[in-house]
């Protein structure tokens, strides 16, 4: 039996298409404003930039508007908390996205923890990891959320699945595993340190890879019937886990790409809109 197929990048086109509308109908109730992101790129770390700019284009694609705000390699954590708190108090700035990674001499997480919970629209901050995971509101983490998103839109019930999350990263997997809980699933959570990676994967009915090493979970670790989700990409278009043999085991599997990278964008999009709706009216 062929694995279905959780496609990504049709569902993100599926949700622009709706965003647009939204945004459209937001822009003639509040007099022609749009819900706005802010996006903070500090350093010139060409792969950050090249994301920076297609968080931009994807705004621009459903009408909304991006301030881009690209600041020196060598800034000091004073000076981006600083930059932050500005944005928390302009009103004309319903999101703020704080690229990932910094450069080293930055406290990264208290930058993070510095953007205004209705404004987290990445999910990044602690508070708001705390209030997802208490199933409380919050925007969730883009690319998880976008994963969770992925997985009800082709109606995977997560409800009493057990759920096999490798890599603990706050991007990524410790989100993701705390929404795959909420969502009813027995979570387990695997990292560097856990003893016979494999014996745990083959339990899974549903396998997250977010490593950061190309096919490093093996097709063979995993059981027949199982879904599949890929978060890894890297270059020659593989992901964390060796997909090809399963293409004909798995009950579903995301595509790489096409799979889990288009939703992290569409996710950030989505969550600033429904921002700029509170906050516009
Ligand atoms: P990360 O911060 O480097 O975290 C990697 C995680 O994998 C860590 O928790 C690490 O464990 C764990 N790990 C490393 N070696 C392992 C091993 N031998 N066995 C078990 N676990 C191991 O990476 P990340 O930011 O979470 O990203 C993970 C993947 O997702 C990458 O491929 C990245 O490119 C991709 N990604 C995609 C998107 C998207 O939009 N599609 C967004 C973000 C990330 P320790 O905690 O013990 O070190």
């Not at 903070?40 to 459903?62: F, Q």
Request: glycine content about 12%; hydrophobic content about 40%; charged content about 20%.
């Amino acid at each position: 039996m062929s694995a279905l197929i959780l496609d990504g990048k049709h569902v993100a086109q599926l949700t622009e298409t709706e965003l647009s509308q939204r945004v459209a109908a937001l822009k003639e109730r509040s007099g022609g404003r749009t819900p706005v992101l802010a996006t903070l790129l500090v350093g010139d770390d060409p792969a950050s930039a090249t994301y920076v700019k297609m968080k931009g284009n994807a705004c621009r694609r459903i009408g909304m508007e991006s301030l881009a705000i690209e600041l020196p390699g060598t800034l000091r954590t004073n000076d981006l908390l600083r930059e932050i708190e500005q944005l928390n108090g302009n009103p004309d700035v319903h999101g703020i996205l704080l690229q990932h990674p910094v450069p080293s001499q930055i406290d990264e997480r208290a930058c993070f923890d510095m953007i205004a919970l209705e404004k987290d629209v990445d999910g990044v901050t602690c508070l708001g990891f705390g209030r997802m995971s208490m199933g409380e509101p919050a925007y969730g983490c883009a690319t998880p959320q976008g994963i969770m998103r992925l997985l009800q839109h082709y109606d995977i019930e997560l409800s009493g699945m057990h759920a096999v999350v490798v890599g603990r990263s706050p991007i990524l997997g410790k989100p993701m595993a705390m929404m795959m809980l909420q969502a009813n699933a027995t979570v387990t959570i695997c990292h560097s340190r856990t003893q016979d990676l494999r014996r745990h994967i083959e339990q899974a009915d549903i396998v997250v890879g977010a490593v950061g090493r190309p096919e490093f979970i093996r097709a063979d670790w995993i059981k027949d019937g199982a879904v599949v989700v890929d978060a890894g990409y890297h270059p020659g278009g593989v992901g964390d886990i060796e997909l090809g043999p399963l293409a004909e085991r798995a009950r579903a599997i995301t595509p790489v790409p096409g799979g889990v990278g288009p939703m992290t964008i569409n996710t950030l999009i989505q969550q600033t809109v429904l921002s700029g709706e509170k906050a516009l009216g």
